[in-house]
Every structure is written in structure tokens, then in C-alpha cells.
């Protein structure tokens, strides 16, 4: 009775952090919204380059340095954006997803050993928690593996239908629209790839920046 009636508290104090923390950083995430950053053009026109933006970058760091947290925060924000993608998950909210599953999973984790044994299962709960704070991880690695693959293995089809409809008349914004149409039911993965090369060109995108995007 001692060991529930001290679970119970523990539990509803670290829910409660749980889900405070993974409100935070959803909320954080998604005000950027990174997913829809491929369809927006550059526009570094008015910044200045060489030796003039070193000495403002620098000048700047030192009167905030606050923004240097911030740049660090936006890098690690992109690459895990940018993970996210290579794992075909494309939804803008889905870096905001894979956070809160970072602080959530192993808070869960954690919780199951002391609910079962009180206090002392401490021990078994550390080691849950370090356990669940890796699934997220690994869960977006093999996703990643899977999607790479499924990529490699369409990409000579694809591209065979692509020079087939090129020699056909097709120009080659039709092909690849084409492409994506043809092998949307054999090859999901690539078709999805396909269709938002064609959705950047027809944002404005030059066709190179949006097949560096693919290749990415």
C-alpha cells in the first residue's frame, strides 16, 4: 500500500513534466513549420557576403549572444528536419511528432517498473528510460533505411519511364509527372519524391534546386 500510494504521485508529477515539455517543444517546432521550407525560394539578395557579413555576424554574436543559441537551435531543428525527410516522413508536423516522443517514451517507460515495484524498482526505471529515450532513434533509422532502399530500387524503372516518355514527345516536366503517376501503386516511396519535384517547379523552383532537393 505504501509503495502504490508513493507510485501514484511519482507518476502523475512526471506525466505532468511529459507532457508539459512535449507541448513546449511541438508548439516550438511548429511555429517554424521546416517541412514547407523546400517550396519557399532564397532570397539572399540583401544580405551582405565575404569579409562585411563576418564582421556583422560577428558584431552581432557579440551584442546578443542569445542568437547564437538560437542558430544552434535552428541547425539542429533543420537536421532533424532534414532526417525526417530522408525517412519519407513528410508531414511539417512530424519533427514536432519525433520530439515529443523523445520525452515522452521513456518518461512511459520509466514509469512501468515503478508502478510495478515502488520504489525500488529505481533501478529498473533508469534503465527503461535510457532504453526508451534510443527507440525514437532507432525507429527513425530504420525508417530511414526502408525508405533509401525503396528508392534504390525504383529509380531505374523511373527512369527508364522518363526517357520513354521524353523520346515520346513528352517535355520533361510531363515525364516526371508521369513517372510519379505510373509507379505510384509499385513504388510509393519514389512516387512521392517525384511528385514534389513537380510541385517545386510549378512553385517557381529552378529544376536544379528542386533535384538537388531529391537528391538529398
Given at each position: 500500500t505504501m509503495s502504490m500510494d508513493f507510485a501514484v504521485p511519482v507518476i502523475a508529477v512526471f506525466i505532468s513534466v511529459a507532457l508539459g515539455a512535449g507541448s513546449l517543444a511541438s508548439l516550438t517546432l511548429a511555429r517554424t513549420a521546416p517541412g514547407r521550407r523546400r517550396l519557399q525560394p532564397a532570397s539572399d539578395a540583401s544580405r551582405p557576403t565575404g569579409l562585411m557579413a563576418q564582421v556583422v555576424?560577428?558584431?552581432?554574436?557579440?551584442?546578443?549572444?542569445?542568437?547564437q543559441l538560437a542558430k544552434a537551435g535552428s541547425t539542429k531543428q533543420a537536421r532533424l528536419q532534414r532526417r525526417m525527410e530522408s525517412a519519407g516522413w513528410t508531414d511539417p508536423e512530424a519533427a514536432s511528432y519525433f520530439a515529443l516522443a523523445e520525452l515522452a517514451v521513456p518518461v512511459i517507460l520509466a514509469l512501468i517498473p515503478i508502478a510495478l515495484l515502488g520504489i525500488r524498482g529505481w533501478v529498473a526505471a533508469l534503465v527503461a528510460g535510457g532504453v526508451g529515450y534510443l527507440i525514437p532513434d532507432l525507429a527513425l533509422t530504420r525508417a530511414t533505411r526502408r525508405h533509401q532502399k525503396a528508392i534504390q530500387n525504383g529509380l531505374p524503372d523511373a527512369i527508364d519511364l522518363i526517357v520513354v516518355c521524353v523520346e515520346a514527345g513528352s517535355s520533361l516536366d510531363q515525364a516526371i509527372v508521369r513517372a510519379s503517376e505510373e509507379l505510384d501503386l509499385a513504388m510509393p516511396a519514389l512516387a512521392s519524391e517525384l511528385r514534389t519535384v513537380t510541385n517545386e517547379i510549378r512553385a517557381g523552383k529552378p529544376r536544379l534546386e528542386a533535384f538537388q532537393g531529391l537528391a538529398k
Open positions: 555576424a560577428l558584431v552581432r554574436g557579440r551584442r546578443n549572444p542569445t542568437k
